[in-house]
């Protein structure tokens, strides 16, 4: 019985020492400050960026109006305690706060940004471009949202 105290506890000290990193995301170059922003932490390149759905973190963050720097907004947002591993962010700027990328003509009418600022020429950026690694450190990524 005595073998099986010190067990759980050992498990529950290992426990409590295996956290996840946090990944501060800056989003820049927000236009005006209408609707939200949709935040979505991806680990499955098949889920990259169009299903926010089968993200392993979503958040979604109204903008501030006080967070305007020179002509145009900014917000942040932290995925906290984030396994190691190979992600990439997308986001969005949703106007009019319907949850979803607006488009004309297959075109973005919405801004929208991924990890390493990639931008899709003829369709949606891969994964494989945008993606970085999290590993035990916490980690900072800057987006300029596009339009």
């Known amino acids: 019985m005595k073998y099986i105290y010190l067990t759980l506890f050992f498990l529950m000290c290992v426990s409590f020492h295996i956290q996840g990193a946090d990944i501060l995301v800056s989003i820049q170059n927000i236009r ?31 903008i ?4 305007k720097l020179d002509d145009n907004y900014i917000t942040t947002y932290t ?4 396994m190691p591993g190979i992600y990439a962010v997308a986001t969005v700027h949703d106007e009019n706060s319907n949850g979803n990328l607006d488009t004309f003509f297959f075109r973005p009418t919405e801004g929208y940004g991924t990890s390493n600022d990639i931008r899709g020429i003829f369709g949606p950026p891969s994964f494989q471009d945008a993606k970085f690694e999290v590993a035990s450190q916490n980690v900072s990524i ?6």
């Open 142 to 147: 800057d987006i300029r949202m596009g339009y």
């Open 79 to 82: 995925f906290k305690n984030v």
């Open 64 to 67: 501030q109006k006080n967070t």
């Open 32 to 62: 005006n400050n209408n609707g939200q922003i949709l935040f979505a932490l991806h680990n499955k390149p098949e889920a990259f960026p169009s299903n926010p759905d089968l993200a392993s973190q979503k958040a979604i963050v109204i």
